[in-house]
């Protein structure tokens, strides 16, 4: 008999609004694990005198599920949605561009900080679907929250994204999705990745002018993340699952840049300027295929106001000096030449979705 490998499984997610209460999947979502998700119940045994041996126990409350979805960075596709819900506030779509008898239209999603996530989601992974093996049940996490993402270089140069949760508790025999709820949802796309060599990373002292193309820097790898606390243990009376996660400690946001050669640019500036708290501002863009004529697939992640935390250089023997700086983003003390914001991240995503991520 054939067993269960990862070609037969498949995973969908929705908005929900109820913590607890699980919502009917709708959209299916490219994951590489799932980690994390199953159940977390806390068994509780009698261990008074007078027993030969324990006795069969009882179950009592369920600890969060908390996975940490990893999937490869898109333009389109569920990581919009989920990068999105970590910011906490989309902008509704704007038309850029419109071609071929507006067959063809471009949208610009905007997406800021809200200074309270709200926004949670049903997830159910469907385990054999049509029955492979004999195999078939689901795996339901009914509500779970993001609490950040992070964006880093992966094999090959694609962009991979991950993104941790919060959940509720795992289920297995959900009444709302099933097989047939989950095998009906609308597919993720495959196509669209974001590639480093799509990736520019500009960066200049926040009281100098615009970035511009002069302020590109040579840079190696770049990690962004974004960490918004929650909290994730209070039980209360009433049920076994935790109560809606809520902000629980300043939100932060992370920019490790490592850059493969020593020079000027990346030495003498930051160095001097690490230690004496200088300010930077800067973006980091992927531009992808084209939409229309006119208009790429794009990703766009702006700082107005990047302070270097950490700084080093490592050196052994021979081996060329590859910098390593440390940054993390800041609200802004007013909005630098060319961010008419003072938030710590803006995130522009241009694709062929008309509907808002947050709708």
Not at 281 to 299: E, L, R
Not at 331 to 347: F, N
Request: charged fraction near 15%; include cysteine.
């Amino acid at each position: 008999m054939a067993g269960l490998n990862g070609r037969d499984v498949k995973v969908a997610f929705t908005r929900a609004t109820t913590w607890g209460t699980p919502a009917s999947v709708t959209k299916q979502i490219n994951l590489k694990s799932l980690d994390g998700f199953h159940a977390k119940p806390g068994m509780v045994v009698d261990e008074s005198f007078q027993q030969a041996f324990l006795g069969q126990g009882e179950m009592g409350d369920y600890a969060p599920s908390t996975p940490e979805l990893q999937m490869d960075l898109r333009y389109d596709g569920a990581g919009p949605l989920l990068v999105a819900a970590a910011c906490g506030s989309a902008a509704a779509p704007a038309v850029v561009s419109s071609v071929a008898a507006s067959s063809l239209v471009a949208y610009s999603h905007v997406l800021t900080l809200a200074t309270d996530l709200t926004k949670f989601y049903t997830f159910a992974a469907d385990f054999g679907g049509s029955g492979s093996a004999g195999t078939s049940f689901v795996l339901e996490l009914p509500s779970a929250k993001p609490k950040g993402f992070s964006i880093q270089v992966g094999d090959n140069g694609k962009m991979q994204l991950a993104v941790p949760l919060v959940a509720s508790k795992a289920v297995y025999n959900s009444a709302i999705n099933v097989n047939s709820t989950i095998g009906g949802a609308v597919a993720d796309p495959l196509a669209n990745r974001v590639f480093r060599k799509q990736g520019v990373f500009r960066m200049n002292f926040q009281g100098a002018g615009t970035l511009a193309a002069g302020d590109a820097q040579n840079v190696k790898e770049v990690i962004i993340t974004a960490s918004r606390p929650l909290a994730d243990a209070d039980q209360v009376f009433g049920q076994d699952y935790i109560i809606e996660p809520d902000d629980d400690g300043w939100a932060e946001f992370g920019v490790d840049l490592t850059f493969p050669r020593m020079t000027s640019a990346n030495a003498n500036s930051l160095v001097i300027g690490w230690p004496a708290g200088t300010a930077l501002k800067a973006d980091f863009t992927f531009s992808g295929n084209y939409i229309n004529s006119v208009t790429q697939y794009g990703m766009l992640f702006q700082f107005p106001a990047l302070q270097i935390t950490e700084w080093d250089a490592p050196l052994t023997g021979h081996a060329q000096v590859r910098p390593i700086a440390k940054c993390m983003a800041r609200l802004a003390t007013s909005s630098p030449s060319g961010m008419a914001w003072v938030q710590p991240l803006k995130v522009t995503i241009t694709n062929m979705n008309s509907a808002n991520l947050l709708a």
